[in-house]
């Protein structure tokens, strides 16, 4: 492990937070609820989304409509996730950096979320012209399959972090 990255996680492990979160006794398994809950409201719209951009529901829904009505509980689900992950992982961040699937994990973790802003400040951007489209064009499809790829993959290396 890089020495930067070790001295950031020590730092990080022996804030407040990070003894709150190892010593109160409800706190850890309240967090991992609220972290869980947080997962669902960032992964179930995003999915649903990519799946209106792969084609499915192009009949009963255009692009823009999906995107105002999903994407902001994302966003809501994105800031819930975030704060808890970085409160779960101040229990022993150095313990969970030397689990195998942490790089796995957070390297995912770091496509997943650069896709969003490439995505939407790339092709997002003339949507207009393709909101209503049966097919949307392939840069959009490609965006929805690494959205779809990597919060699965996010999912997976979060649950063998935990178990592992």
């Known amino acids: 492990m890089p020495e930067l990255l070790h001295l950031v996680l020590a730092w990080l492990q022996g804030t407040a937070l990070g ?5 109160a006794e409800y706190v850890y398994p309240i967090l991992e609820a ?6 669902a409201l960032l992964v179930g719209p995003a999915f649903t989304f990519d799946l209106r951009l792969l084609g499915l529901g192009h009949r009963v829904v255009a692009v823009t409509s999906a995107a105002r009505a999903l994407l902001p509980i994302s966003h809501v689900g994105m800031v819930v996730a975030v704060a808890t992950g970085i409160a779960l992982l101040s229990a022993q961040p150095l313990v969970v950096a030397g ?8 390297g995912l973790l770091l496509v997943a979320v650069l896709n ?17 489209a049966v097919v949307t064009p392939f840069a959009a499809r490609i965006a929805a399959g690494v959205s779809l790829l990597t919060w699965t993959g996010v999912i997976f290396g979060g649950r063998l972090l935990a178990y592992t």
């Open 99 to 106: 689990v195998g699937a942490a790089p796995w994990k957070f």
């Open 34 to 39: 609220v972290h869980i809950i947080g997962i």
């Open 19 to 23: 003894q709150t979160v190892r010593t």
């Open 116 to 132: 969003v802003p490439v995505f939407h400040y790339g092709i997002y951007r003339s949507v207009d012209s393709w909101a209503d």
